[in-house]
């Protein structure tokens, strides 16, 4: 990953449209980071490469002294991180690479039914370079899939312009918007068939997503949310047994594990079962925690996110699937009940409700 400063780039309209032969590039590296089946450096490498075509045909420049959070909005819903880290996740390849096949497979579901219009896609925070839109719009044709690419910092869209005009893909976009996603109102004439949105962080803390999903989801009820489900579970972890080197891992192999239950989840169901609730809370589950069978077991939050279909980020294929510590209390916690509920507000997260047990 590269330290990145944002810099203004020239008028979208000023900027030269790249080489076909970068264009070409890019569709041929596309293709390859959806289809690739095999070593996951390979994958690196070939999202790599697709990150430096939008870097600059996005006219950022390389700045390895940059404070990365300059730039970020604390908003009520959430932390909008800076269009510096923004830039950052691109190079996450895992992650980029599963929202790219998630998102791909979506359009292609809703162009199966077989519907008159382009496939209307909403990118609500896109970053400067909108990563996992342009790619796919060197793979659909803009008769048949259009987006709105919305920002809440002007810099991104500003960035994003130029992406999408250097690679000649202007006819893609129907609508540039800077605005914050939990205000925006969706045009009637732009409702979309797809809402994109990758606002998030381990557990959902943090950052908007949950309700940038549930606002605009409000508006375009029929529409498929990408990603489609993300699932927060609770482990009993024996800290001791954890591997020291961080690296991706398969579902079901870690004996190490007790699970306790699923705490949270965030989908097109459960987001519209909230749609009478008001205040500040989301209902989350109440799980019986374990006594720990040896000293070293303590309870984590861990983090699933399928973007579409069989599409799945699980635990620490990227940031966004790290583990959490829940904060307690072993001796106190064991064997009772914990409540949990999801906070909305500036600071969103899972809580467990009886503090006094940590
Ligand atoms: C984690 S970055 C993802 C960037 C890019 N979509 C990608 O996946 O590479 C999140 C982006 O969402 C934007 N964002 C966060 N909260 C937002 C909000 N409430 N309204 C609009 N944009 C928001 C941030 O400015 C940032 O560009």
Known sequence: ??????SSPLPADEAAILDESIIEELKHLTHETLTHDGPRGIL??????LV???????????????????????????????????????????????FLRGLHDAIASVIEVGSPEPVRVLYAGSGPYAALAVPLMTVFSPEAVRF?????????????????????????????????????????????????????????????????????????????????????DAFL????????????EQEGAHPDRIPVGTVFELNAETIRSW?????????????????????????????????YGKHVL?????????????PVNDAAIAGKTSQFHYQLGAAPGLVREDKSLS
């Open 44 to 49: 690196a490498g070939l999202v790599g490469e």
């Open 148 to 232: 709105t690419i919305l920002d809440i910092h002007p810099e991104s869209i500003e960035h994003v312009k130029s992406v999408v005009h250097r690679l000649g893909l202007t006819q893609s976009v129907d609508d540039y918007v800077v605005a914050d996603a939990c205000d925006y109102t969706i045009p009637g004439d732009l409702l979309p068939h797809i809402i994109l949105s990758e606002t998030m962080s381990t557990a959902l803390e943090k950052e908007p997503q949950v309700a940038i999903m549930r606002h605009l989801l409000r508006q375009a009820p029929d529409a498929i949310i990408v990603p489609e489900w993300v699932r927060v």
């Open 314 to 326: 699980q635990t620490h294929d990227c940031s966004l699937t790290g583990i959490r510590e829940i």
């Open 237 to 248: 972890v024996d800290t001791s047994k954890e591997v020291d080197v961080i690296m991706p």
């Open 1 to 6: 990953m590269t330290d990145i400063e944002p």
């Open 52 to 98: 430096e075509i939008l870097e600059n045909a996005a006219d950022f420049q390389i700045e390895s002294r940059l404070d990365v959070t300059a730039g970020e909005t604390s908003s009520g819903d959430g932390l909008a991180i800076s269009p510096t880290q923004a830039a950052m996740c691109a190079g996450e390849f895992q992650r980029t690479a599963i």
């Open 275 to 307: 749609v009478s609730l008001t205040g500040d809370h989301l209902p989350a589950a109440a799980i019986d925690i374990p006594p720990p069978p040896e000293p070293h077991y303590r309870p984590y939050l861990f983090t699933t996110i399928t973007t």
